[in-house]
């Protein structure tokens, strides 16, 4: 391929990063489907959820493939994470008509392109590591656009009602 040599260091600690994001991701979208259960927004929730732990696993299976070691401070966060998660900190009182459920979807929105930012720049670097497949890592750039929009979807659809008076409330 190249000439250019990788950090391996910095190249495997990124990817651990990603996965303990990816982690909390995961526990987020839990959360949001709790908070919109008996909605007609709990079932594209819990897809996400579904969806997002499918690319967790993905991460984890690449960091592995490529020879890197799951980091073990990535364990420990992720037990927090998943603490938290389930807390939903973004969301406590899992309310759908406040600024907390704004801010969740702010989060969730930021997660998703969190995670293609990450996949959009292996992208990049699959020009110089023939380990990693540009194609499959446009495949994943094109699932996190769709998963964005589904979370942006949703809060177009619902801001309204977070943001005006409800007569009767």
Same mark, same amino acid.
């Given at each position: 391929?190249?000439?250019?040599?990788?950090?391996?260091?910095?190249?495997?600690?990124?990817?651990?990063?990603?996965?303990?994001?990816?982690?909390?991701?995961?526990?987020?979208?839990?959360?949001?489907?709790?908070?919109?259960?008996?909605?007609?927004?709990?079932?594209?929730?819990?897809?996400?959820?579904?969806?997002?732990?499918?690319?967790?696993?993905?991460?984890?299976?690449?960091?592995?493939?490529?020879?890197?070691?799951?980091?073990?401070?990535?364990?420990?966060?992720?037990?927090?994470?998943?603490?938290?998660?389930?807390?939903?900190?973004?969301? &406590?009182? %899992?309310?759908? $008509?406040?600024?907390?459920?704004?801010? #969740?979807?702010? @989060?969730?929105? =930021?997660?998703? /392109?969190?995670?293609?930012?990450?996949?959009?720049?292996?992208?990049?670097?699959?020009?110089?590591?023939?380990?990693?497949?540009?194609?499959?890592?446009?495949?994943? &750039?094109? %699932?996190?656009? $769709?998963?964005?929009?589904?979370?942006? #979807?949703?809060? @177009?659809?619902? =801001?309204?009602? /977070?943001?005006?008076?409800?007569?009767?409330?």
């Amino acid at each position: 391929m190249s000439s250019v040599e990788l950090d391996h260091d910095k190249y495997s600690a990124y990817l651990n990063q990603h996965l303990v994001a990816a982690d909390a991701g995961v526990q987020a979208f839990s959360a949001a489907a709790d908070t919109w259960a008996d909605t007609e927004w709990e079932a594209t929730f819990r897809q996400l959820h579904d969806e997002l732990e499918d690319s967790h696993t993905k991460l984890k299976e690449l960091i592995e493939r490529l020879g890197y070691e799951i980091s073990t401070v990535r364990n420990i966060v992720s037990g927090v994470a998943a603490v938290a998660g389930r807390l939903n900190p973004l969301n &406590i009182t %899992r309310n759908k $008509d406040g600024l907390m459920t704004q801010a #969740e979807f702010d @989060a969730l929105a =930021a997660a998703v /392109r969190g995670q293609q930012m990450m996949w959009e720049t292996l992208k990049v670097l699959s020009e110089i590591d023939d380990r990693l497949d540009a194609d499959d890592c446009q495949a994943m &750039i094109e %699932r996190c656009e $769709d998963q964005r929009g589904r979370v942006l #979807e949703a809060n @177009a659809a619902t =801001a309204k009602a /977070r943001f005006t008076v409800q007569p009767g409330k």
